[in-house]
């Protein structure tokens, strides 16, 4: 059986981390996968994270089976960090699940969409994250993308992506990027939203917001902005969120996947059919992540002291878009750069060509996405001179 299966590419963004970990040069510089790394190069566990890992060991009295929705706790934790103190949560117009990561909360919303309307379209960003095509193509939708990104311009192309939504399908769903745009770091402004949620009501199509990076962008509040006009605006959405970055819980892999009802009765047959699509899928989620979340959000002391952790690393990020702006144009770049400290989140385009990618690879060992995809979050004061000289040279 076996034989039949032919070699497949790595993937883009995770198969880089393989190649870099193999590199054996010193001055390397991994700006791949979206994962924060702090002045020294590292991934620390957050404090509050470890206090919380702790308060879990001390105090866990069993190992067992939660059920396919994973923690309540968590998971009304999570409707309040998404949606603040929101009339759909008041009139129980919503439910949450606790999923294996945003992959797997995406992973089950578009299974979710499917069983609603089989083979349904939805339409993705131009760019989008690069894994967002095979998780829905894996669970039978149709993908189509809507312009988003305009390369020459370094901006939103909003009047290109309002025009191709209206021609979406009452049926179809749509995917937004809460905020902080994976790959472009380009979001739309408030007023963009509002645009965008009153077509979203005058169609009728799903809203699907995918929520990964909360709190690094403008802040917590700030960046749920869209995503909670989208919840006042329509009468059903779906929410994928994740804690992978914001809480740093990259390998536990823990996030949500919440739907919004028309009623509280619709709520409830929204959730009976969800948590079959778990129960085929993985059983249930994994609990650990889910624990340290909740403990984290069920105490005043912990919140505030995630509250400062997150803080500082958007604050460190930004302060490297600065940075590597500053430095390009020190090293004698004259192509203009500014537009990377405009943008949220840890990615940025360079709009290098995929020549200029390779040669950063081969020549200087500096990994970026195909893209010209950077994660800003990997740049730091000690690799900045190197990865600054060694764009200006493939330049
Ligand atoms: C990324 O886009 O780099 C992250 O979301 C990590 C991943 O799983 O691709």
């Known amino acids: 059986m076996f034989s039949q299966l032919k070699q497949q590419p790595a993937d883009p963004i995770l198969g880089l981390s393989v190649k870099f970990k193999a590199d054996n040069n010193s001055n390397k510089i991994d700006l791949g996968a979206g994962i924060y790394k702090d002045e020294a190069g590292r991934t620390p566990v957050l404090a509050s994270v470890k206090a919380a890992e702790q308060f879990r060991t001390d105090n866990e009295t069993s190992k067992a089976y939660l059920g396919s929705a994973g923690s309540m706790l968590f998971n009304e934790k999570i409707q309040a960090l998404n949606l603040g103190e929101h009339k759909v949560i008041g009139d129980n117009r919503i439910r949450t699940i606790s999923t294996p990561g945003g992959t797997g909360a995406l992973r089950i919303a578009a299974e979710f969409i499917n069983r609603c309307t089989p083979g349904a379209t939805i339409w993705v960003s131009n760019p989008t994250w690069a894994n967002h095509q095979g998780v829905f193509t894996a669970a039978g939708l149709n993908v189509k993308t809507y312009p988003y990104y305009d390369y020459d311009n370094k901006c939103i192309d909003f009047a290109g992506m309002v025009e191709a939504l209206k021609e979406v399908s009452k049926d179809d769903a749509v995917l937004l990027h809460a905020c902080c745009h994976n790959p472009s770091g380009m979001d739309l402004s408030n007023s963009q939203w509002r645009e965008i949620a009153e077509l979203s009501k005058k169609i009728g199509f799903m809203p ?162 195909g893209s010209s995809r950077i994660s800003v979050a990997a740049v730091s004061y000690d690799n900045v001179d190197y990865l600054t000289e060694s764009i200006a040279k493939v330049l």
């Not at 969800?274 to 994994?286: A, D, G």
């Not at 002391?301 to 500053?326: A, C, F, K, P, Y």
């Open 208 to 369: 699907v917001v995918d929520m990964a990076y909360q709190g690094f962008g403008q802040g917590l509040d700030e960046d749920a902005y869209g995503l909670r006009l989208m919840a006042d605006t329509v009468d059903e959405m779906i929410i994928c969120s994740s804690c992978s970055k914001n809480f740093g819980l990259y390998r536990e892999r823990i996030g949500a996947c919440s739907i919004i009802g028309k009623s509280a009765a619709a709520a409830d047959i929204i959730n009976s059919a969800l948590l079959p699509i778990v129960r085929v899928n993985y059983s249930m989620p994994p609990a650990h992540g889910a624990a340290i979340v909740e403990t984290i959000l069920s105490s005043e002391e912990l919140t505030s002291q995630w509250h400062g952790e997150l803080n500082e690393m958007r604050s460190r990020i930004g302060g490297m878009r600065r940075l590597l702006v500053d430095k390009l144009v020190a090293k004698g770049v004259t192509r203009d750069f500014s537009f990377i400290t405009q943008q949220n989140g840890m990615f940025s385009f360079l709009g290098i060509d995929k020549d200029q990618v390779q040669r950063l690879q081969d020549e200087f060992s500096i990994y970026i996405v």
